[in-house]
C-alpha cells in the first residue's frame, strides 16, 4: 500500500536548474536572485517592498525589532504555531503575551476581539491568517496591527497591516526549504528590515569601514533559495488552485461526518486541510489507525496556553480577564491535518476521507 503523505513540495525540473545555475555562479550569499525574488514577491502580494529572510520566525523576530517603540504587551491568538509568540522572548524587553481565543469558524481572533484590544491597550495586536483564512482586520486597519501570514501568501486581506510575515518552509505552498519574508508600504520600516538581517551593519557613503548603530542579526535567505522561490512565485496561482479543488473535494466527501470544519472564503488559500473530531474522540487512536492504513496525519496546530512557556501567561477577553479558552482548548485537543499537498490525487482523498470514517466508527481506547 502506498503511503499518502502530509505534506509534499512541489519541485519541478525548473526549481533544480535555477538552483543548479545559482551554485555554479557561485554567489552563494544575499545577491541579485534576492533582488530580483523581492520586487516579484512585492508586486505579486501588492505591496511597495519585500525583504527575504532566513526563515518566517526570522521574518517575525526583526518585524518586532523594526518597530519605531518596542510594545510592552502584544496580544496574540492562543491558538496558533509556538513561533508566533516565541519571537517575543527574544527582543531587548520581552513584552508580556496576552493570550486570546480564537472564533470557532475561522480559526482566527474575531475583529472585535481585536477592535477592543487596540481601543483598551493602544498595543500591537500580532494576527494570524490561520491556515491560510484571512483573519478579520478592523476597518481601518491601525498600525498596530502586525499580520503572521505564514500560511497565507497571496491572500491580499492578509497584508492589508503595517506588516506581514511569511514564511517559505516546506509545508507552505510556496517553499525555498526554509525561508521568509517581510512585506510592507512603509519604506523607513523596510530599510530596518534590511539592517538587522544583516548584522546591523550600514554602509557610510565615503567610508571604508561600515557603520554599526544597532546590533542586528544574520538572518539572510541563501541566493539559492531565491533562485528556488522565484520559480516557485511563477508556479504559485497553480499551486493554489490546485490545493482549492482538493479542500473543495475534502468538505463534500466528508460533509456528513460528526467533524467540524474552517471556514471557506473567497480570498483565503488553503494551506492546510484541518478537521475538528467530535467530543469524546481519541485524537491518538484515530491518528494511529489512519498511520497503519498509510496515511500521515498532525496536529492541526497548538494551544500556547497548553504549552509550559506560555501555560501562565497574561489573557485577555474584550469584557474582563477570560478563566478560559474553551475554542483554544478543543482545537488543541481534536484538531487534525490531512493529507494536502499539490502532487495528491483525487483517488488519495477518497482513499483518506474512507479510512478516517472507519476510524471514527470505533470506539475510541481512552479520552483524550
Known amino acids: 500500500m502506498s503511503r499518502i503523505q502530509l505534506s509534499r513540495p512541489s519541485i519541478t525540473d525548473e526549481e533544480i536548474q535555477a538552483v543548479e545555475q545559482t551554485l555554479r555562479s557561485r554567489w552563494l550569499v544575499y545577491g541579485p536572485e534576492n533582488r530580483a525574488f523581492e520586487e516579484e514577491l512585492a508586486s505579486f502580494c501588492g505591496k511597495r517592498f519585500a525583504a527575504t529572510l532566513s526563515s518566517g520566525t526570522a521574518a517575525l523576530h526583526v518585524a518586532l525589532l523594526a518597530q519605531r517603540k518596542r510594545p510592552e504587551r502584544v496580544l496574540v491568538p492562543a491558538f496558533t504555531f509556538p513561533a508566533t509568540a516565541n519571537v517575543m522572548q527574544f527582543l531587548p524587553s520581552p513584552p508580556e503575551v496576552h493570550l486570546a481565543d480564537v472564533d470557532e469558524r475561522t480559526f482566527c481572533i474575531p475583529e472585535q476581539t481585536v477592535s477592543a484590544w487596540l481601543a483598551q491597550q493602544n498595543s500591537p495586536a500580532l494576527v494570524v491568517h490561520q491556515f491560510g483564512y484571512p483573519s478579520p482586520l478592523p476597518r481601518p486597519s491601525s498600525e498596530l496591527i502586525l499580520s503572521d501570514a505564514a500560511c497565507a501568501i497571496g491572500v491580499r486581506p492578509a497584508t492589508e497591516g503595517q ?206
Not at 504559485?236 to 488552485?241: F, G
Not at 478537521?275 to 491518528?287: D, E, Q, Y
Open 163 to 368: 506588516l506581514a510575515c511569511l514564511s517559505f518552509h516546506p509545508r507552505k505552498l510556496l517553499t525555498t526549504g526554509e525561508g521568509g519574508a517581510i512585506l510592507t508600504d512603509d519604506e523607513s520600516i523596510i530599510e530596518a528590515v534590511r539592517h538587522l538581517r544583516a548584522h546591523g551593519l550600514h554602509a557610510v557613503p565615503g567610508e571604508e569601514v561600515m557603520e554599526l548603530p544597532e546590533a542586528g542579526l544574520n538572518y539572510r535567505l541563501p541566493e539559492v533559495g531565491a533562485a528556488m522561490g522565484r520559480v516557485q512565485l511563477r508556479r504559485l496561482p497553480a499551486l493554489i488552485r490546485r490545493h482549492r479543488e482538493l479542500a473543495e473535494q475534502y468538505l463534500r466527501r466528508l460533509k456528513d461526518l460528526p467533524l467540524g470544519f474552517q471556514a471557506d472564503h473567497p480570498d483565503r488559500i488553503w494551506q492546510t486541510f484541518a478537521v475538528v473530531l467530535p467530543p469524546g474522540t481519541c485524537r491518538k487512536s484515530v491518528r494511529a489507525q489512519l498511520l497503519s492504513e498509510g496515511i500521515e496525519t498532525q496536529i492541526a496546530s497548538y494551544g500556547l496556553h497548553r504549552l509550559t512557556a506560555y501555560r501562565h501567561a497574561p489573557r485577555f477577553a474584550p469584557h474582563g480577564p477570560a478563566t478560559e479558552l474553551p475554542i483554544c482548548d478543543r482545537l488543541h485537543d481534536h484538531g487534525l491535518a490531512l493529507p494536502l499537498h499539490s502532487e495528491l490525487s483525487d483517488q488519495d482523498v477518497d482513499r483518506v476521507c474512507e479510512a478516517l470514517q472507519r476510524a471514527l466508527s470505533q470506539p475510541a481506547d481512552h479520552q483524550p
